[in-house]
């Protein structure tokens, strides 16, 4: 192999058959140069034929392999055993896609083909993709078989593992390791009964699955299952895995190492292929599904409380009212709530009094309390979203405790969506956000957009004609849960933090005002215009409050 900027004349061709350790090449195609740096030099044409390249230099460490996506050596998965007896062949109307994503969707489909995940198809049934976009823009590729299959597959009751337990035991080892699969539902074989089922239309082909396919209604259950099979099996000693990650641990770093050493060979049995970018070798502290994990110390994700910690003061009546509410909200997991939240409730004050700061501040860190508690397996789990002009926002419940929060502001492509798109967006981010919680069980999902409730309801497909919430409502298709629809007033959770954000920007009120001033004391309806169409972080209120204050506007315009 080799890799060179400079140009050489080819003297000629030729075709010869190549044996390399018993493994026969018929007709390979050799170009004959001069002053070659080696007898043979093997390029792309001929290594991309094979799963991967192994190289060997005596080093001692493992072996590091460049390869593609293989086939696991494990039983194939049986993803539609328990179909509806109604079960009938659905075929989807064809889709239309712009230029650029039609070659993306030819780039997937070719690699795809050449990693041996699909194959070419003649099955009745037909489903369509979509291409999606993930919060790094990264552009995917998904199939939608919501419209088919899933309409007919019974849920595989094999639970997945729970969470809390499992990093109990984590947190009474020293040393770890979080090694994460490449495409990991992509290495495991379907059974060949299965494939049909799984066929899809792409650039005017029918396709199907030789492995299982992402957003199948069974795919979670299949793969914790095999990954379960191959460390019992392999009777691997203090290894948890948790859908596509997998955590090797040690009382010390020789048994960690021992532990490490067996998975790996394994895993290299089975075919099993490891991210490297996404995995952590051989460390004393690791971030693992919401907690952050030490010897004998477990807490939760600095992430998962980071927007409580954040949740900026009131500044004016309005958002301090919100701010109770929320509170209130939270009041049966707060000792003492009335005594505690009154300072707020009778203040009138803005900035706020010392004393009232302090009644702020406590009530934060006891519901920062409530929510460090472990998340029961057991009882149901709301997600509760909302969304603001700049900023979306969502609480993860369960028993009316909140156990986590979440809160972003959008940024300048995402501030363009519609209020409906905004309010459907801030559910599909709080879904990735909580995925290991929340996949492989029931929960219930909040919204007080009652249009959002019905597009990710169980409401007839056709009629959702939005292309992004189409490709929302498929990336959420792996998920179990029921939509309920709460008005706005009673949203007080997550409405708080998406409106905390309008505040937290670093434009603060005086910024406003020397605007006002800067164009020349314009009124309410002007100001508002100029605000709203540069996307400015305010509300009408203070853009009322400025105007109103402003002592040339008053004489301008008298009342």
């Known amino acids: 192999m080799a890799s060179t900027n400079l140009s050489s004349t080819t003297k000629g061709h030729c075709f010869v058959a190549l044996d ?16 070659l740096c080696a007898d043979l030099i093997l390029g792309h044409d001929f290594l991309s034929q094979h799963d991967g390249l ?18 696991a050596k494990v039983e194939p998965a049986s993803l539609f055993s328990n179909l509806l007896p109604e079960c009938k062949p659905i ?61 007919f597959t019974q849920l595989d009751a094999y639970s997945l593992p729970r969470i809390d337990e499992m990093i109990e035991k984590i ?27 799984t066929a899809f239309e792409a650039g005017g082909n029918l396709y199907q699955f030789k492995r299982i396919p992402f957003g199948v209604t069974n795919g979670v259950a299949c793969f914790q299952r095999i990954i379960d099979s191959m460390i019992r099996n392999e009777n691997i000693k203090d290894t948890f895995a948790y859908l596509d990650n997998v955590t090797i641990c040690g009382k010390n770093q020789r048994e960690h190492d021992h532990n490490f050493a067996v998975f790996l060979k394994s895993a290299k049995d089975y075919n099993i292929i490891f991210n490297e970018s996404k995995s952590i070798i051989s460390a004393k502290e690791i ?52 005594d505690k939240v009154h300072p707020l409730v009778k203040n009138n004050i803005f900035p706020l009094p010392q004393e009232v700061k302090e009644s702020f501040e406590l009530l934060k860190k006891e519901i920062e309390m409530a929510a460090i508690t472990t998340i029961d397996h057991e009882s149901p789990l709301v997600v509760e979203t909302d969304a603001s002009d700049i900023a979306i926002a969502a609480t993860l419940n369960q028993n009316g405790r909140p156990v986590a929060f979440f809160s972003r502001t959008l940024n300048q492509s995402e501030r363009k969506h519609s209020s409906v798109e905004k309010e459907a967006y801030a559910i599909v981010e709080a879904l990735r956000k909580w995925r290991h919680y929340l996949i492989g069980r029931h929960f219930q999902l909040v919204t007080d957009q009652k249009s959002v409730a019905f597009m990710y309801g169980n409401s007839p497909k056709g009629k959702i004609k939005n292309d992004k919430i189409q490709r929302w409502r498929i990336e959420m298709s792996c998920y179990n849960y029921d939509v309920v629809y709460r008005p706005g007033k009673e949203n007080d959770a997550a409405d708080v933090f998406s409106r905390s954000y309008c505040s937290s920007l670093g434009i603060n009120t005086e910024s406003l005002r020397e605007l006002h001033d800067t164009l020349s004391h314009p009124g309410i309806t002007r100001m508002a215009h100029f605000v709203k169409s540069k996307n400015l972080p305010y509300y009408l209120e203070e853009v009322k409050k400025i105007c109103l204050d402003c002592k040339t506007f008053r004489e301008l315009k008298p009342f």
């Not at 390399?20 to 002053?35: D, M």
């Not at 039609?102 to 049934?125: G, M, N, R």
């Open 287 to 338: 971030k693992l599904l919401g907690y952050l994990v030490s010897k004998g110390h477990i807490q939760p994700d600095p992430d998962r409380l980071k927007p409580l910690r954040d949740l900026n003061e009131p500044h004016n009546a309005k958002s301090q009212q919100r701010v109770i509410d929320m509170f209130a909200y939270y009041s049966s997991w707060i000792p003492k709530f009335s």
């Open 20 to 35: 390399h350790h018993g493994q026969i090449y018929q007709s390979v195609k050799l170009s004959i140069l001069q002053g």
């Open 91 to 151: 075929a989807t109307k064809s889709r239309r896609f712009s230029l650029p994503d039609k070659q993306f969707i030819d780039a997937e489909i070719h690699k795809l083909l050449s990693e041996d995940v699909i194959e070419p198809s003649k099955s009745p049934w037909r489903a369509q993709v979509l291409v999606t976009s993930d919060d790094r823009h990264k552009k995917r590729m998904c199939v939608d078989y919501s419209q088919t299959i899933n309409r």
């Open 54 to 71: 192994q190289m060997s230099f005596q080093g001692s460490k493992p072996t590091f392999s460049v390869c593609g996506l293989s086939t």
């Open 171 to 197: 947190s009474e080892y020293e040393i770890f390791t979080t090694l994460d699969l490449k495409s990991a539902y992509h290495q495991i074989p379907i059974k060949e009964e299965d494939k049909p089922y």
